[in-house]
């Protein structure tokens, strides 16, 4: 079994205010109608967990969150994602269990477990499913959370072809997506600061959400599935450590998808943007020859243009504002990402 680990990036069009909505709770509409894409057949849908620490979301000129709508996860209330980032210790203790796969994964006693069940069957080869991990147990910029707290979230799969049950949530390094594993210190280029809850401009717009850092957007991905054939998916989100402290994972609409993926570029090429720090990475995990990457602006103009043999980091912060292109082509196709400077 081979597991592929990239990111996704969806920008919308910029309006003129800022907001977290949070609609219904029910999770047979929120898996079925919020998280199934294309590709994918879902069933036999259940929840565990507290009704209010779930919703679906929509927003609007949220700084740090490109997506426009989905299924938000959380270890306490659906509220304390919302904005500003006016508390430092944003959380609720909603008295719900722990959750046994996730203490054996992570190492550690859980609390207030998500957990949300389903089968899938793919039409496609290649599973992948979009999000942005969130939690208010970071403290500030530069440091890092109290390592006897460690919130996580999983994405769960077995099934045909996948030795016992496998954790497709995983950072590009193989590290499980926690508070330990992704913070300031560690993992930074995936982690973006976002207030400690007493300083601006986080505290005072609800242009940022409440949570004191995030991930960037992410996206799990399982491949060498057998088409036709149902997999059994568990994604939970939970405490580790205390019952504060809130944590919650931003599900990207339709962001539940399968593919046929053989030989393509998206099986060992990824382009990541990290927006606070306007910077671009493309990470390979195999050399091809003849691999190259260039920017596009929107007219067409090329601004950069450059072969590439092992792992880029391209500065766009000297890049007049608009949306761009990145581009990398190779002997097995193209991959373009855009991204907003």
């Not at 390094?173 to 993992?187: D, F, K």
């Not at 242009?207 to 568990?234: D, F, K, R, V």
């Not at 990457?293 to 766009?316: A, N, P, R």
Request: negative net charge; proline residues 5%.
């Amino acid at each position: 079994m081979k597991y592929i680990y990239h990111f996704i990036i969806v920008f919308f069009p910029t309006i003129s205010f800022s907001q977290l909505i949070l609609g219904g709770n029910d999770p047979q509409d929120l898996v079925t109608h919020a998280l199934s894409g294309s590709g994918v057949s879902i069933s036999n849908i259940q929840y565990t967990g507290s009704p209010d620490a779930i919703a679906y979301f929509s927003s609007s000129n949220i700084t740090d969150m490109p997506y426009s709508s989905g299924f938000l996860m959380t270890t306490g209330s659906k509220y304390y994602a919302q904005g500003p980032n006016n508390s430092t210790n944003a959380g609720i203790d909603n008295q719900t269990p722990g959750f046994a796969l996730f203490n054996s994964v992570f190492n550690a006693t859980s609390y207030n477990a998500s957990v949300i069940e389903f089968d899938l069957v793919p039409s496609g080869n290649t599973l992948h499913i979009n999000y942005i991990f969130g939690s208010e147990e970071y403290s500030g910029p530069t440091i890092t959370p109290v390592y006897a707290f460690n919130d996580a979230f999983g994405i769960f799969i077995s099934g045909p072809g996948i030795t016992g049950t496998q954790n497709m949530a995983r950072l590009p390094n193989t590290s499980p997506v926690s508070t330990r594993t992704l913070n300031p210190s560690a993992n930074s280029q995936y982690f973006v600061y976002n207030g400690s809850g007493s300083e601006g401009p986080y505290n005072s717009s609800d242009q940022y959400l409440q949570y004191n850092g995030l991930s960037i957007p992410l996206t799990a991905s399982s491949s060498n599935l057998t088409p036709g054939s149902s997999y059994h998916i568990i994604m939970v989100v939970a405490d580790a450590g205390n019952a504060m402290h809130d944590s919650g994972v931003f599900l990207e609409e339709g962001g539940v998808t399968a593919s046929i993926d053989e030989t393509t570029l998206d099986h060992f090429v990824s382009i990541l943007y990290n927006s606070s720090k306007q910077e671009a990475t493309i990470q390979i995990s195999e050399y091809e020859d003849h691999l190259t990457y260039s920017i596009v602006d929107l007219s067409g103009k090329i601004w950069e243009q450059s072969k590439i043999s092992e792992t880029t980091l391209i500065d766009l912060s000297d890049y007049s504002s608009g949306m761009y292109l990145i581009r990398v082509e190779g002997n097995n196709g193209q991959i373009t990402k855009k991204v907003i400077r």
